[in-house]
């Protein structure tokens, strides 16, 4: 990866311009049985068009707090590098409360409501689905991205230094989450462009956002990201890592 990439939206445009076709983010839930590849090229398709809403329609910018009620999902992934890229604050799991704009899946929709300002729903259904009804107060992620630009130009670049992500009440700067994604990806296995590895931890610990998605990221590896993991037996992890072709795991 390039050595001069500074913030995490640096990460992916590297990892876009090196190698498009190769896989970034495979989903799997193993509640519903969903499975769910993204190239580096669509993921980023994804974050572009989720950067335009969230500058474009949702008014974010630089500083500004976006709190991300969301479990580990590959939706979430798109959401982290959208903020990443607006220069917006991804603060993960944090209160709606004292945010400029929430996140919420389904699960988290009533604590959303504490957010006085802009507030997006994802349903979280497989194929990125909209919802049946639209929760009162919100707008469907799902509705609102598709027409979204495929490419995105911040108004205002982002400054490296400034905070970027909160995660378990720890906040990180864009350059620190870059610097702690390459300074600690061989300690969850990660050896280089290449690597796969496999996740089952939650997002709500740097731990967990690290092996999930930035040290991946960082390293031109990829992720295998399972949720609800412990509903899925031994035997058929085994054949999942070898089907992937994991070289790592977290979990």
Same mark, same amino acid.
């Given at each position: 990866?390039? =050595?001069?990439?500074?913030? #995490?939206?640096?990460?992916?445009?590297?990892?876009? =311009? =090196?190698?498009?076709?190769?896989?970034?983010v495979t989903f799997y839930d193993d509640a519903t049985g969903e499975r769910v590849e993204l190239s580096v090229a669509t993921f980023a398709n994804w974050v572009a068009k989720t950067s +335009?809403?969230?500058?474009?329609?949702? =008014?974010?910018? #630089?500083?500004?707090r976006v709190a991300l009620l969301l479990p580990a999902h590959w939706q979430t992934a798109v959401w982290l590098l959208a903020c990443a890229s607006v220069g917006a604050i991804a603060d993960v799991g944090g209160d709606p409360a004292a945010a400029d704009v929430v996140v919420s899946g389904?699960?988290?929709?009533?604590?959303?409501?504490?957010?006085?300002?802009?507030?997006v729903a994802l349903a979280l259904r497989p194929l990125g689905g909209r919802f049946p009804q639209p929760p009162a107060g919100f707008a469907d992620y799902a509705v609102e991205v598709?027409?979204?630009?495929?490419?995105? %130009?911040?108004?205002a670049p982002v400054d490296p230094e400034e905070p970027a992500l909160i995660v378990a009440g720890r906040e990180f700067s864009a350059a620190e989450v870059v610097e702690r994604a390459r300074a600690e990806a061989t300690e969850v296995g990660l050896m280089g462009p290449g690597s796969r590895l496999l996740s089952g931890l939650p997002y709500d610990t740097w731990e967990g956002l690290n092996a999930?998605?930035?040290? #991946?990221?960082?390293?031109?590896?990829?992720? %295998?990201?399972?949720? +609800?993991?412990?509903?899925?037996?031994?035997e058929a992890l085994a054949k999942r890592i070898e089907s992937e072709r994991v070289t790592a795991t977290a979990r």
């Amino acid at each position: 990866m390039n =050595a001069t990439d500074r913030t #995490p939206a640096d990460l992916l445009r590297s990892a876009l =311009a =090196a190698d498009p076709a190769r896989p970034l983010v495979t989903f799997y839930d193993d509640a519903t049985g969903e499975r769910v590849e993204l190239s580096v090229a669509t993921f980023a398709n994804w974050v572009a068009k989720t950067s +335009n809403l969230l500058q474009g329609d949702l =008014a974010a910018g #630089p500083g500004d707090r976006v709190a991300l009620l969301l479990p580990a999902h590959w939706q979430t992934a798109v959401w982290l590098l959208a903020c990443a890229s607006v220069g917006a604050i991804a603060d993960v799991g944090g209160d709606p409360a004292a945010a400029d704009v929430v996140v919420s899946g389904p699960d988290a929709l009533e604590a959303a409501r504490a957010c006085s300002g802009e507030r997006v729903a994802l349903a979280l259904r497989p194929l990125g689905g909209r919802f049946p009804q639209p929760p009162a107060g919100f707008a469907d992620y799902a509705v609102e991205v598709p027409g979204q630009g495929d490419r995105f %130009v911040p108004f205002a670049p982002v400054d490296p230094e400034e905070p970027a992500l909160i995660v378990a009440g720890r906040e990180f700067s864009a350059a620190e989450v870059v610097e702690r994604a390459r300074a600690e990806a061989t300690e969850v296995g990660l050896m280089g462009p290449g690597s796969r590895l496999l996740s089952g931890l939650p997002y709500d610990t740097w731990e967990g956002l690290n092996a999930g998605l930035y040290a #991946p990221l960082a390293t031109g590896g990829s992720v %295998v990201l399972c949720r +609800n993991l412990d509903q899925l037996g031994e035997e058929a992890l085994a054949k999942r890592i070898e089907s992937e072709r994991v070289t790592a795991t977290a979990r």
